[in-house]
T-cell receptor, first 116, second 117 residues
Framework: AQKVTQAQTEISVVEKEDVTLDCVYE???????LFWYKQPPSGELVFLIR??????QNEISGRYSWNFQKSTSSFNFTITASQVVDSAVYFC?????????????FGPGTRLSVLP | DSGVTQTPKHLITATGQRVTLRCSPR?????VYWYQQSLDQGLQFLIQ???????AKGNILERFSAQQFPDLHSELNLSSLELGDSALYFC????????????????FGAGSRLTVL
């Protein structure tokens, strides 16, 4: 069965600090997809990124970057120069790509607080 | 605005009652997923419909049921409510483009917050 672990329950940083959110996943499948979602205080879950298991290239989008390492089954998310608006709960998720709901597994989330 | 509409946004009811949560998926999306988010359980997958048919079932209680209608909107019915059912209920939709493979991105609605007193 698939599993996603986000060991950091809560993180607090001061604005402009860099912060990395860890995500470790477990699956026996060779084809899978990894996601990050953001849940701001308003409550809605917002899609940030999707990665497939065959593409280990790191990705950068503005202040956000993602480091995918199959060797350690990790898909970590780094926010550079954090801002107060980055305060949210961040979820890492794993999908087998078959588009069956039970195979789209979310981690428990990491609550990030960015203090001014 | 994600394009996924959920109503009502907030609902307060008493134990033993029944409520219906409604979800309109994003235009063009055929799959609808329901999730429950409570403080101590994280995001729990309840059930998925694809083009009107049930596709996958997760940790959905027997007191809960759902359906997807011909116009693709979906309803989640919660009955004999208990205090522990208080949670945020999310609907998500996806294109479900199985023809090209790959995992679809789930687009979430704003959620319906249910409080059972």
């Amino acid at each position: 069965a698939q599993k996603v672990t986000q060991a950091q329950t809560e993180i607090s940083v001061v604005e402009k600090e860099d912060v990395t959110l860890d995500c470790v996943y477990e699956t026996r499948d060779t084809t899978y997809y990894l996601f990050w979602y953001k849940q701001p205080p308003s409550g809605e879950l917002v899609f940030l990124i999707r990665r497939n298991s065959f593409d280990e290239q790191n990705e950068i989008s503005g202040r956000y970057s993602w480091n995918f390492q199959k060797s350690t089954s990790s898909f970590n998310f780094t926010i550079t120069a954090s801002q107060v608006v980055d305060s949210a709960v961040y979820f890492c998720a794993l999908s087998l790509g078959d588009n069956y709901g039970q195979n789209f597994v979310f981690g428990p989330g990491t609550r990030l607080s960015v203090l001014p | 605005d994600s394009g996924v509409t959920q109503t009502p946004k907030h609902l307060i009811t008493a134990t033993g009652q029944r409520v219906t949560l409604r979800c309109s998926p994003r235009s063009g999306d055929l799959s609808v997923y329901w999730y429950q988010q409570s403080l101590d359980q994280g995001l729990q997958f309840l059930i998925q419909y694809y083009n009107g048919e049930e596709r996958a079932k997760g940790n959905i209680l027997e007191r809960f049921s759902a359906q997807q209608f011909p116009d693709l909107h979906s309803e989640l019915n919660l009955s004999s409510l208990e205090l522990g059912d208080s949670a945020l209920y999310f609907c998500a939709s996806s294109v479900d483009d199985r023809g090209t493979g790959g995992a679809n991105v789930l687009t979430f609605g704003a959620g319906s917050r249910l409080t059972v007193l």
